[in-house]
């Protein structure tokens, strides 16, 4: 078997461990003679799984009791438009923080949800310059950038811009908005468990599985219990997400392998040492990748601003569009898949998510360093 060194935006690259474990219960789960896919998700055997899933979430994220943890169906962008519905009463405006394209994405979802349910949108902050093919992010708003309006639903942020490669609260000088008694929301699903957060802070994080905790086919949704019982009732209840928090995430069939498979993946993560380990993992990933670009100024550039540089997804830019090409194409020969950027945005991407091995990154860096040489 010659597993590649996989660098993927998402879905992407799952630990080893996680997946050998998955291999090992294929066909029997749990001594029960069947795979976890064909069991009840009313069963007791597939019930422990999912019940420890949850716990792994609270124990290692540090999930105060104030707040519920819920596995969605639809991916990130279906709560782009649940998370408005629930959450903007009539009359009421949401606001929104634009550091890259999902979050554009979120806002359109926003809008359209809002329109058609008596509130409106707002757009509180935006770093973006430029427009059309030329709009570009390359940072994430200063401490006290942000006015948010004392009556607003909501704050959204974007925590991590997977595409442009801006991430919220690397560095001290690009902290998460300050909301007062307005709830933050935020779409963490690029940069999910890869340090700890402070919970207590944010209404509502999600977060879409298949970019740093598991497969496709779930969102883990963190959301405050004063939020869920306020939210609006004049829902289908399967929109509501009162219903998966009433319901412990069983109201009608979840998932059941993706949530099986996160379970592997936290398991693996706190064997690992948790989220102060994932954290100091990534930094030293980072920080050999960045230091591997500003090593060669003259060849690769990142036009994302020091304080706001992703530790998930770090993007750059070579002296011409053939010289991509070619270092995908000869990164590709050397096992290394997943390199080449968004197709919105051109360049290189290298996605370096918690199951991505800092040997990976060191051979990455030796790579960029021979082909910045070779010119
Ligand atoms: C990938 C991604 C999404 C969309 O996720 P889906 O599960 O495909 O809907 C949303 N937000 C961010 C930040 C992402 O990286």
């Known amino acids: 078997m010659n597993r590649v060194k996989n660098f993927n935006a998402g879905p992407a690259a799952l630990p080893l461990p996680a997946l050998e474990r998955a291999r090992d219960e294929f066909l029997d789960f749990a001594g029960s003679g069947m795979s976890v896919m064909e069991h009840s998700h009313r069963g007791k055997e597939y019930e422990a799984c999912h019940d420890e899933a949850i716990a792994l979430l609270r124990e290692l994220l540090g999930v105060p009791a104030t707040h519920e943890v819920l596995f969605v169906q639809g991916g990130a962008s279906q709560l782009f438009a649940q998370i408005p519905m629930n959450l903007v009463q009539r009359g009421q405006t949401a606001e929104y923080v634009l550091t890259g394209a999902w979050g554009e994405k979120a806002l ?3 809008r359209a949800a809002t329109a058609m349910l008596g509130g409106a949108v707002r757009v509180a902050c935006s ?4 427009d059309g093919k030329e709009k570009s992010y390359v940072r994430a708003p200063a401490a006290g950038e942000v006015k948010v309006s004392p009556d607003a639903a909501y704050l959204h942020v974007t925590s991590n811009e997977t595409i442009h490669g801006v991430e919220f609260d690397v560095t001290p000088a690009r902290p998460y908005p300050a909301t007062g008694s307005v709830p933050l929301v935020a779409d963490m699903s690029s940069d999910f468990l890869w340090k700890k957060v402070d919970v207590s802070r944010f209404g509502l994080i999600y977060a879409g599985a298949q970019k740093n905790i598991g497969p496709s086919g779930v969102v883990v949704v963190v959301v405050s219990k004063a939020l869920l019982e306020a939210g609006r009732k004049d829902l289908p209840k399967i929109f509501q997400l009162r219903t998966p928090a009433e319901n412990k995430s069983l109201y009608n069939t979840p998932p059941t392998f993706g949530i099986y498979m996160i379970r592997n993946v936290l398991a693996w993560l706190k ?6 380990a994932m954290e100091a993992r990534n930094r030293r990933k980072a ?15 990142c036009p994302v ?3 706001s540089r992703s530790v998930m997804n770090v993007v750059f830019r070579l002296p011409s569009e053939a010289d991509e090409e070619r270092f995908v194409k000869e990164a590709r020969a050397r096992g290394m898949v997943g390199l080449k950027g968004h197709r ?3 360049g290189i991407r290298v996605s370096a998510y918690n ?8 051979e990455l860096a030796v790579f960029m360093g021979e082909f910045a040489r070779k010119g």
Do not use: H, Q
């Not at 770093?127 to 430029?130: A, E, M, S, V, Y």
């Not at 960045?290 to 003259?298: C, E, L, Q, V």
């Not at 199951?355 to 060191?362: G, H, N, R, S």
């Open 271 to 276: 064997g690992l040492g948790g989220l102060e």
């Open 287 to 301: 920080a050999v990748l960045y230091g591997a670009i500003d090593a060669n100024p003259g060849y690769y550039r």
């Open 305 to 307: 601003e020091r304080e």
């Open 108 to 110: 359109a979802e926003a």
């Open 127 to 130: 770093t973006g310059t430029g």
């Open 355 to 362: 199951a991505v091995e800092p040997a990976w990154l060191d």
């Open 344 to 346: 919105s945005v051109g």
